[in-house]
């Protein structure tokens, strides 16, 4: 009976108050590193649209200047997703309309075979192009940036 009294005395292990400061230090970590991770994936997310707009905007820079030299003139109908696609090597993107997996966009041509304004919409996200200068936008759950 004695041993069996010496050893309850003797157990090792955490108290309830050790283990619930531990939960809370992890909770703390928790708290300040998530928020952080979320900004460098929305700041990834903002490169890869980017870094995919700038090579439809090559590819509608391209095919602008084909359709522009065969007939001396442009309009947005000229500039579709299959001449595109053919620029780009892949299904990148689709003609304007609503988005897909691969994306849309909305090209404006000048009248002397220049693209001057470029929206690509993809994966949650905007880049636009106008006056020679990138943006890009989260895209809200209405369909709007913002």
Do not use: H
Not at 24 to 41: F, K, N, R
Request: aromatic share 6%; proline share 1%; glycine share 8%.
């Amino acid at each position: 009976m004695k041993k069996l009294e010496s050893l309850k005395k003797s157990e090792k292990g955490f108290t309830l108050v050790e283990i619930i400061v531990v939960l809370v230090i992890i909770a703390i970590l928790a708290a300040i590193t998530i928020p952080t991770l979320i900004g460098y994936i929305n700041n990834a997310n903002e490169k890869q649209i980017l870094s995919e707009a700038r090579s439809v905007l090559v590819a509608a820079q391209a095919q602008a200047i084909a359709e522009f030299s065969a007939d001396g003139s442009i309009d947005a109908g000229d500039i579709t997703a299959a001449k595109l696609n053919k620029w780009i090597g892949e299904d990148l993107c689709v003609d304007t309309g609503t988005e897909t997996d691969n994306g849309y966009f909305l090209i404006t041509p000048s009248t002397d075979g220049k693209v001057t304004s470029l929206i690509f919409t993809n994966n949650g996200y905007t880049a636009t192009y106008k006056n020679e200068s990138w943006s890009t936008a989260k895209v809200s759950a209405e369909g709007s940036a913002g």
